[in-house]
């Protein structure tokens, strides 16, 4: 008996060379195949691991180029567009030989996931749409800073609030990755509905997690601006809109846009959740994704 050499989707870490760039993606579960493209940009891929998930779905964690293990473009920092970012996910699709698959975005790659099925609708059974938005720039920023001013009141006088904030506030104004971490390590608690009654849980994520840094540039040095609310109204792709309650980045005034924009939608709402329903209610997390994957299958 010959041991078989382990398959593409086979569990653990995998890269692939498209473009002549190396892009690496993890596997874990099984069932229909779900790629999950991660946030930031630029975080790295594992604080997206969902164990609840994989229960159900072969979930592919891609992490993005200039992210991790793949590599970076040769206009690092800038130039990582969307439209980049979707060509990647296209060449992992033909270089894996995958029938319509399941595509999960979080964050930032909420914003890819939902540019990627609007130009290549045809490759999917399902879109997750996780704390994304149909728009950035000076409307999204001035909606975040609302929230951010709802999460100060609801946590006054908790000892680390102002070093929160306070990488909140530095974290656009950083160039390198070392500080970005940082940064990103400093403001998290902001990310969740109850950082600090749940501090035990989360520590150790919060210390763990990296970041790259990436502009919002693209490769001329032009502002990847997003504003994608009219070409929503014609996505065929059954979708499904997750948001936590106590988001302050993507909350539910962006998420109940989405629904209303993607006419084959449906929309759950985590209410003791901020940015990371699937760490904060993994089981409602879960519960919402399996319900949405038999709904696609009936």
Do not use: K
């Not at 940064?183 to 520590?203: K, N, T």
């Amino acid at each position: 008996m010959t041991n078989r050499p382990p398959g593409p989707l086979s569990p653990g870490a995998h890269e692939v060379l498209l473009d002549g760039l190396t892009q690496r993606y993890h596997v874990y579960g099984s069932g229909p195949v779900c790629l999950a493209v991660p946030g930031g940009p630029g975080v790295t891929w594992d604080y997206l691991r969902a164990p609840a998930l994989e229960e159900f779905l072969t979930m592919v964690y891609v992490e993005p180029l200039g992210t991790g293990g793949s590599q970076r473009l040769p206009s690092h920092p800038d130039g990582y567009t969307r439209e980049r970012s979707a060509r990647s996910l296209i060449g992992l699709l033909d270089r894996l030989a995958l029938p319509p698959v399941f595509l999960l975005g979080h964050s930032h790659g909420g914003f890819v996931a939902q540019y990627f099925a609007l130009h290549h609708p045809d490759r999917l059974r399902g879109l997750v749409l996780y704390e994304s938005a149909p728009v950035t720039g000076a409307e999204h920023m001035a909606e975040a800073g609302a929230r951010v001013q709802e999460f100060a009141a609801r946590n006054e006088g908790r000892p680390g609030l102002p070093a929160a904030l306070a990488g909140l506030r530095t974290v656009g104004s950083l160039t390198d990755d070392e500080r970005t971490t940082d940064a990103l390590r400093a403001l998290m608690p902001v990310y969740f509905a109850r950082y600090w009654d749940r501090e035990d849980e989360f520590r150790d994520l919060r210390a763990g997690v990296a970041c790259s840094y990436i502009s919002s540039l693209d490769e001329n040095g032009e502002p990847d601006v997003i504003d994608d609310r009219e070409r929503l109204t014609t996505l065929g792709v059954p979708t499904l809109v997750l948001v936590g309650r106590h988001d302050v980045i993507c909350g539910p005034r962006w998420a109940e846009e989405l629904h209303a924009l993607v006419p084959q939608s449906r929309l759950t709402v985590l209410e003791d959740s901020g940015h990371f329903g699937h760490l904060e209610q993994p089981d409602a997390f879960a519960a919402a994704v399996r319900a949405f994957v038999r709904s696609t299958s009936a």
